[in-house]
């Protein structure tokens, strides 16, 4: 059974920290990686897509992916009450076009 | 760029009829779309992929008779819920795969989603 693990939360931070997220998968096959954010009764949204080792910097979130640990982050800086919302960590299914998501983690940024 | 729209965004109906929701990707070719299903404070869970031209692949415990996919185009595809009973009530969100581009990474951009409301 391929998975994607998620810590639920929730994750409660103050305005202007840093928000860690942490996601792990158990498919070696996977190649690429997609962290959405999913505001409360709307659809995802995609954030970031990672696929090499390493950092992937994008304003400000940057994604962490250690593929030997079979693990993949989300840090958000400067968080903002506008962040918060559940995210939500994908692992692409290694021969698939399919994308197996994670449970989520819900981030609330308290003003 | 990758918007994908759905139609309509949200219906109620009533036990036992049928209702059809659609999803285009407005400005990109999609050769793969996906349907979603999402209860309240649940993930989401893939009911079925849908190929351009061909049947859909569904998942394991959706039953392909009671959700009819169809994907007439490379922008269109089509869910249709058939007799509809209350446990179907749940948002539905579909998403599509580039034909082109970004393809390589599977990358997926999700509908808005359409919530169906069966009394």
């Known amino acids: 059974q391929k998975e994607v693990e998620q810590n639920s939360g929730p994750l409660s931070v103050p305005e202007g920290a840093i928000a860690s997220l942490n996601c792990t998968y158990s498919?070696?096959?996977?190649?690429?990686f997609f962290w959405y954010r999913q505001y409360s009764g709307k659809s995802p949204e995609l954030i970031m897509f990672?696929?090499?080792?390493g950092d992937k910097e994008d304003g400000r979130f940057t994604a962490q992916l250690n593929k030997a640990s079979q693990y993949v982050s989300l840090l958000i800086r400067d968080s903002q009450p506008s962040d918060s919302a559940t995210y939500l960590c994908?692992?692409?299914?290694?021969?698939?076009?399919?994308?197996?998501f994670g449970k989520g983690t819900k981030l609330t940024v308290n003003p | 760029g990758a918007v994908v729209s759905q139609h309509p965004s949200r219906v109620i109906c009533k036990s036992g009829t049928s209702v059809k929701i659609e999803c285009r990707s407005l400005?990109?070719?999609?050769?793969?779309m996906f349907w979603y299903r999402q209860f309240p404070k649940k993930s989401l869970m893939l009911m079925a992929t849908?190929?351009?031209?061909?049947?859909?692949?569904?998942e394991q415990g959706v039953e392909k008779d009671k959700f009819l996919i169809n994907h007439a185009s490379l922008t269109l595809s089509t869910l249709t819920v058939t007799s509809a009973h209350p446990e179907d009530s749940s948002f539905y969100i579909c998403?599509?795969?580039?034909?082109?581009?970004?393809?390589?990474?599977?990358?997926?951009?999700f509908g808005p989603g359409t919530r169906l409301t069966v009394l």
């Open positions: 998403s599509a795969r580039e034909a082109l581009g970004r393809a390589a990474y599977n990358e997926q951009f």
């Open positions: 498919d070696r096959g996977s190649q690429s």
């Open positions: 990672i696929y090499s080792n």
């Open positions: 994908a692992a692409s299914q290694g021969g698939s076009e399919k994308l197996v």
């Open positions: 400005d990109f070719q999609a050769t793969t």
């Open positions: 849908s190929n351009e031209g061909s049947k859909a692949t569904y």
